[in-house]
């Protein structure tokens, strides 16, 4: 498991939870968050989520990912979930010409808050890389979706959806 924390849509792997920590807490992060504050429209919001580590290729490599937010009761157990996502990765692989391009999920760290409001809830992060979001568009009206997306919308209260084009740096 590699952990990935999200700056506001900006993923980055860690090695663990304390290096994060340990970066935040040195000298040079007050000057890199200062070089990133005019990219966002707001204050960055930080929130962890252990990925496992991927086959190839990863959602974050594709020109578009498919950013998926789903918020569930404090009190699920996350192994019941696992199972309905690893559903939908088999039910989604079955689909030939889908064009998504690597899939991947896993828990928040945090309890997260949807949309800063309300109670704390589970997070669970999934993440699809596709050609375009075009192409994303045109997946969810084939006969195939409702059936497919059904497994990863079990038991889930909120959820919430965006594309991003990620950009890769490496230090």
Not at 143 to 151: L, Q
Request: proline share 8%; charged share 25%; hydrophobic share 40%.
């Amino acid at each position: 498991m590699s952990e990935t924390f999200i700056i506001d849509r900006c993923p980055a792997d860690w090695d663990s939870l304390d290096a994060h920590n340990a970066f935040i807490a040195s000298d040079p992060y007050g000057p890199f968050l200062e070089r990133l504050r005019p990219l966002f429209d707001g204050a960055p919001q930080l929130f962890h989520i252990k990925l496992p580590t991927s086959p190839s290729p990863s959602p974050f490599d594709a020109p578009v990912t498919e950013c998926i937010s789903l918020y569930f009761p404090p009190s699920i157990e996350e192994s019941t979930y696992d199972k309905s996502f690893a559903n939908f990765v088999a039910a989604a692989e079955k689909v030939q010409g889908s064009g998504a391009e690597g899939l991947v999920g896993g828990w928040g760290v945090e309890a997260q808050k949807f949309e800063g409001e309300g109670d704390e809830m589970k997070l669970f992060g999934g993440f699809i890389g596709w050609p375009s979001v075009q192409r994303h568009v045109e997946f969810r009206g084939r006969e195939e979706f409702p059936e497919v997306v059904a497994h990863l919308r079990e038991g889930v209260e909120k959820v919430k959806v965006h594309h991003v084009a990620f950009k890769r740096f490496e230090a």
